[in-house]
Structures are given as C-alpha cells and as structure tokens.
C-alpha cells in the first residue's frame, strides 16, 4: 500500500508493564493479542509526559512539551503546531477522529477533518496548576483517592457512556469510509477514555479476574517518609491522608482495571470486525497516552517517572514491517514520524523542531538515535522534573529533588537509586551532560510559571458575563441522513449498501 489507510487506537492511563510483548498472557484480551500476533510489538516505550494532555498533544506532534508549550491539562495546544492529521491532510489523507484528544483551547480539530463525537475533557483554562502556590490542592479537579476507595461494578458510567459512543461512531465510520463515497485514503483514530480511573466495571468484565492472580501491586506500599520528594508531593496532591486504603480496595482497584482492558478489547473488536467485514485494509497502530502506578509503592495514577507511570504500550501491524519483539525503548512521540514515513510523507520542512523518529528502522533492528526524552510540569510538581531513559538506564532530574539513576534491567521496580553510588559515576556524568545540553532547567520554569499566569487571568477573565465555551459540538445535518425528499430512494439504498446488490 503506497497511502495505506490507517487506523489509529489510543487509549487513556495503559500501563506499558502489563504488555511485555502484547498483553500479558492473563489478560482477557483476545482482540488486542489478535493484533499483537501481527504487529511490531515495543516493549518499551514510554510517554512524553505521564499526564493526559500534554502526552496527547506531544504523540500528535513529535515534539516534547517544553516546544508544544502543553505543559499541563489546561495549557493551549497551539494551532500553528502540525499533528499527523496535518501532514497525512496536506498529502491528501481524509483525517477523522472519534473520542477523546484533551485539545485545550479553540482550535478542537488540529488537522482532523471531521471530528465524530466531543472530547470527555473540558477545553478551557481551569484546570491550570499555579507554581505561585506550592502545596496548594484545588480539590475539584485533583486527583483523590476516592477512585480507589469507590471501585467496584457499575453498568453504565460517565466514561462507559462516553466510550460506548466513541466505539458505535468509530464502527459507523468504518462502514461509511466502505462505501467508496470518497477516495481518497483515511486515517482513522479511534481514541477511548479508559481505563483511566475511576476504577469501575460492568459485571461481565469483572467476573473475568475474580481469580485473577495479579490484584496487589508487586512492591507495596511504602511509608511516606521513604517517597522520593516528588512521590510525596503526588501523595498530597491526592489527597492521601483523607483516605484509608485497605488490601481489598488495591485489589477492587486492580479487578476493575484490568476488567475495563478486557472492555476496550470488545469495543476495538468491534472497529476491527466492522474493518475486516468490508474487507477494507489498514495499517493498525495501538497506543497509549501515559499509564496507572495501580498501587506500586503506594501510588496511584500517573504523574512521576515510574515504569507504571510512564511506561505505554505500542504496537504497530502494517505491510513490511516485521512482527516481533522490539527492546530498544522508544517514545510515543515517535508515533508522527512513523506514520508519515509509512505514508510516504516527508517531514523535512518541519523536522528541525522535531524530536520524534521514524520507528521503522527501529522495527528491522536499528538503534534509536539518542535517548527517550520526557518531561513533566504539571499538577504535584513545583518545578520542571525531566528524564531521559537509554539503554538499560533511566535518570531523572529536577531542581528541588536529589537525582535519580535506575538500571531497569537490574532493578525494574525502580527500588534501587544508583545516583549516589560511585560505581555508577561515569554513567551518572554521561546523563547529567546530556541533560543540561538538552534543558535549561531555570529557563523551563520562567516559561511554565508565565504560562500559568496568563491562563489564569485569561480563564477567571472568560468566566465573568456571557460565557462561551471552545467544547467541540459535534455536527450532524439531519437533512442529509437516511432517506430526504431531495434523494433518490433508490440511489440512497443502493450507494448506502456494502457490499453493493447485484
């Protein structure tokens, strides 16, 4: 296929830990390892940023959110920053997108042309963190423990509402795109909000891991005073101290998540049968934003470097890229080049201000260039934190905290820090070198703290009198569905059908 169509599934909070090479054997998800069996599978990669926007807006782009400027789930997604549904449009693609993206600002397409359904999350500025107010919790968007104190059976929920819609316009789409109406090739992504928390089921997905051996967290809680300083500050953030967690609320937790893994299975398996009923082909990529600590250590969600937190799952089934197991950590920033490059689509008027790479070499065998870079400014942090993962080693820098070094392979529950130890010196100047040529820590953190300042005159400024919110309305034109008296009926029953009658 030289414009291959492209079928895109994002999904929200997937620990890359529990998909070492496709999902885990006990996992309930016979659609997904379906298309592990066929796909690239990379077993380390990790986000850009462990929180929802600014990963999102980071995988759409190939660029870090110290460039994007996303450094938050309030911070505005520029318009003039291309995504891959810009370069795939430019070249001629129909770009669509069903579900969720975390735009923040007016612009709630960047590049897609249609849009199916509106996003989960709101578009505004009010989610905005404030470094001018360091231990400050703004209790009505914060995470808090009440996901994991609450979890338990639900047959319809907030996101279950969401998600099932997001499914049931992907699998319309899907039909629609067969009818030929127009050809140009497509790119589809379906993006689901789940299983981000809260941690809640229907009952048949639940009653799957009722004997399941994996509801408590490998490394246990530990006492607050054995945290890292960024780890303590997540736990206030969320409010720990409100909250008593027992060892069944860990495993309902637990049962829930890996239960809504086995719902998104049924939901993708439905935009796959719609796929392969019309016998249309596609390359098919699966991803994941950030991922959940699940109760590792006593944390929860995302928001620190940890493996849980950072580490995404990635798989990519297309024509003459080689299935199989890739060790090589690469980033979900890598994803733009990726699809450009199997689009036949040059990058090169942007690429200067690109850090994503182009992971087909990678697929075959070759090295990534450099290290996985990633960044978080977000909520629970006061300052800039930002990582680089190389090799077997990932180190962690930021200017309030003591540095980190893991070896991943030795220790892959991170329980270790190297950083001290003078063994490791040699390799802990190698990272701080490549860190302070990469980032200027001071400068970072004007930018973020200015960002932060604006938006909140902005935001309380947009709030006063008449209010007019950038949330996407969908658009649906009642007058061009099904059967209007300014159509032929006949032509409508025969052009709507797929495949066509005799």
């Not at 016998?279 to 940890?306: N, T």
């Amino acid at each position: 296929m030289s414009t291959p169509n492209i079928l895109i599934f994002m999904v929200d909070q997937l620990n890359g830990t529990f998909f070492p090479d496709g999902p885990a054997e006990w996992l309930h998800a016979p659609n997904l390892k379906k298309l592990a069996a066929s796909s690239a599978r990379f077993a380390n990669c990790y986000t850009a940023s462990p929180l929802c926007a600014p990963g999102r807006a980071s995988f759409m782009s190939g660029q870090l959110p110290s460039r994007t400027r996303v450094y938050d789930n309030a911070a505005e997604f520029a318009s003039d920053i291309p995504t891959y549904a810009h370069h795939l449009r430019r070249a001629g693609y129909q770009t669509c997108l069903s579900g969720k993206m975390h735009f923040v600002g007016p612009d709630q397409m960047h590049g897609f042309e249609e849009r199916l359904t509106t996003d989960i999350y709101p578009a505004d500025f009010g989610w905005t963190p404030d470094y001018r107010k360091p231990g400050e919790r703004i209790d009505w968007w914060y995470h808090n423990m009440g996901s994991v104190t609450g979890a338990g059976v639900a047959e319809i929920s907030n996101q279950m509402e969401y998600d099932d819609e997001v499914a049931y316009h992907a699998t319309r789409k899907v039909y629609d795109l067969a009818r030929g109406k127009d050809q140009r090739p497509w790119c589809l992504t379906v993006s689901f909000t789940h299983p981000h928390d809260p941690y809640v089921a229907r009952k048949k997905y639940w009653d799957l891991y009722e004997d399941c051996e994996h509801l408590l967290p490998k490394v246990p809680a530990l006492d607050y005073d054995d945290h890292d300083p960024h780890a303590q500050r997540i736990f206030d953030a969320n409010d720990w101290r409100s909250f008593d967690i027992s060892e069944d609320d860990i495993k309902r937790s637990r049962r829930a998540y890996f239960a809504n893994i086995s719902y998104l299975d049924d939901k993708i398996g439905e935009v796959l049968e719609a796929l392969e009923g019309t016998r249309q082909e596609a390359v098919i990529l699966f991803v994941s934003d950030h991922g959940d600590m699940l109760g590792e250590r006593g944390l929860w969600f995302k928001m620190s470097f940890y493996e849980g937190s950072v580490r995404v799952p990635l798989m990519i089934s297309a024509p003459g890229v080689p299935t199989g197991l890739v060790i090589e950590p690469v980033s979900n920033i890598d994803v733009t080049p990726t699809l450009c490059d199997l689009a036949g689509i040059s990058m090169d008027e942007v690429l200067p201000w690109t850090e994503g790479q182009s992971l087909l070499p990678v697929a075959g065998g070759a090295a990534r260039q450099g290290a996985v870079a990633m960044e978080y400014v977000a909520e629970a942090s006061y300052a800039p934190l930002v990582c680089l993962r190389q090799g077997d080693w990932k180190y962690t820098s930021c200017a309030l905290d003591p540095e980190q070094l893991f070896n991943i392979a030795d220790d892959p529950h991170e329980l270790t820090n190297l950083a001290s130890d003078p063994a490791y010196a040699s390799v802990l100047s190698d990272f701080r070198a490549q860190a302070e040529a990469r980032w200027d820590l001071e400068a970072f953190d004007a930018q973020v703290r200015e960002s932060q300042a604006r938006r909140w005159v902005v935001y309380e400024a947009l709030r006063q009198g008449g209010y007019y919110p950038w949330d996407f309305q969908p658009l649906q034109k009642a007058s061009e569905r099904y059967m209007r008296n300014h159509m032929d009926l006949n032509d409508v029953e025969e052009g709507q059908r797929f495949p066509r009658g005799e």
